[in-house]
């Protein structure tokens, strides 16, 4: 018996939870990337200045962190008054049905 997956119904993640885990990716990769080129400039005696080596580093870091900031920030004013999760819980009854074992909100 063989099982066949639908991949096209399956749920892709948000553009901006994408664009995080890209950028993590992007992260490791460069990180890494950056500590073995260091390695590699000792241990072959290069005593040039690497500013180009730093700013490889990062500038990721600090894209890192802009994104990461902003998404927060839109995370945010989804959840308080007037924002989609506030609105849509609200509209709801903030969820309020038969559940037994939840407190009334």
Known sequence: MRITVDRSRQARPEFSKQLIADIRALLWVVTVGGLLLAAYCIHTGYTGALPWLTAMVGLPWTAHGIVCSNYLSMAKSDHKRGGITY????????????????PII
């Open 87 to 102: 609105d849509a819980a609200r509209a709801s009854n903030f969820g309020q049905g038969n559940l037994e074992n939840s």
